[in-house]
């Protein structure tokens, strides 16, 4: 029975994590509401004009005064910076200590987790295509979820708490939600409701998903797996 453990886990962590407001850190929607600060200074769509800062479609995996045409202090174009995920969080954090003489003057986003939108944002300003989705099949899922959940979750109706509680029905459910079990208040107050694209982000990384989740399990790799896990889960009415 070492499926509940591991998934219930996952659960639990994420239960802890979204209290902290984290639980929408891959939200595109709020990363689009935050990205209006940036455009005081900069155009956000393809081929937009530079203002006083530069264009950002497609800065992400880019090196630092990588746009034509503007003109980028010498710090920054003598960075060495290439914009990837910990770069570009670093410095929406705190543009003047990441880029010691950046002529920017934003002071920056405090909050880890409207970084963490913002960051989801700007993933999809880019003409790369999205990638497939991968479809899960049910009956493999049982199997991934009982290699990989039983140990923290059981998986039926009523069923027992184990270190988290059953994850029957949860899908569709707003997190927290499984009467008889003792949630963390940072799951009470995260506001998620489990569905495809977030269950799919906390089985990949609770702990990036959710900053600060007590969950220990450290995700799974693999697309089908989690395709898996996802359609199994829908199963359980």
Same mark, same amino acid.
């Given at each position: 029975?070492?499926?509940? *453990?591991?998934?219930?886990?996952?659960?639990?962590?994420?239960?802890?994590?979204?209290?902290?407001?984290?639980? @929408?850190?891959?939200?595109?929607?709020?990363?689009?509401?935050?990205?209006?600060?940036?455009?005081?200074?900069?155009?956000?769509?393809?081929?937009?004009? %530079? #203002?006083?800062?530069?264009?950002?479609?497609?800065?992400?995996?880019?090196?630092?005064?990588?746009?034509?045409?503007?003109?980028?202090?010498?710090?920054? &174009?003598?960075?060495?910076?290439?914009?990837?995920?910990?770069?570009?969080?670093?410095?929406?954090?705190?543009?003047?200590?990441?880029?010691?003489?950046?002529?920017?003057?934003?002071?920056?986003?405090?909050?880890?987790?409207?970084?963490?939108?913002? &960051?989801?944002?700007?993933?999809? &300003?880019?003409?790369?295509?999205?990638?497939?989705?991968? @479809?899960?099949?049910?009956?493999?899922?049982?199997?991934?979820?009982?290699? *990989?959940?039983?140990?923290?979750?059981?998986?039926?109706?009523?069923? #027992?708490?184990?270190?988290?509680?059953?994850?029957?029905?949860?899908?569709?459910?707003?997190? @927290?939600?499984?009467?008889?079990?003792?949630?963390?208040?940072?799951?009470?107050?995260?506001?998620?409701?489990?569905?495809?694209? %977030?269950?799919?982000?906390?089985?990949?990384?609770?702990? #990036?998903?959710?900053?600060?989740?007590?969950? #220990?399990?450290?995700? &799974?790799?693999?697309?089908?797996?989690?395709?898996?896990?996802?359609?199994?889960?829908?199963?359980?009415?």
């Amino acid at each position: 029975m070492k499926i509940a *453990h591991a998934f219930s886990i996952w659960m639990a962590l994420a239960i802890g994590l979204a209290a902290s407001g984290a639980s @929408a850190a891959d939200d595109v929607e709020n990363g689009k509401k935050i990205a209006k600060k940036c455009t005081a200074c900069h155009t956000l769509n393809k081929g937009g004009k %530079n #203002r006083l800062g530069p264009n950002l479609f497609g800065v992400l995996g880019k090196p630092a005064g990588h746009v034509k045409d503007y003109k980028y202090s010498k710090a920054l &174009l003598d960075s060495g910076i290439v914009w990837d995920e910990a770069n570009f969080m670093a410095f929406i954090d705190n543009p003047k200590k990441t880029i010691k003489g950046t002529k920017m003057s934003f002071a920056g986003i405090k909050k880890p987790a409207q970084r963490a939108e913002l &960051l989801a944002y700007f993933k999809t &300003l880019t003409d790369a295509a999205a990638p497939k989705e991968t @479809a899960g099949n049910a009956e493999d899922g049982l199997v991934a979820a009982k290699k *990989h959940c039983i140990v923290c979750h059981s998986f039926e109706k009523g069923g #027992r708490v184990v270190f988290g509680p059953t994850l029957f029905d949860i899908y569709g459910k707003p997190a @927290a939600s499984i009467p008889g079990y003792e949630y963390s208040t940072a799951m009470k107050n995260s506001g998620l409701t489990w569905n495809d694209k %977030n269950l799919l982000e906390f089985l990949s990384n609770p702990g #990036r998903f959710l900053p600060g989740t007590t969950a #220990r399990f450290p995700g &799974l790799k693999s697309a089908q797996e989690k395709a898996d896990i996802l359609a199994y889960l829908k199963t359980l009415k």
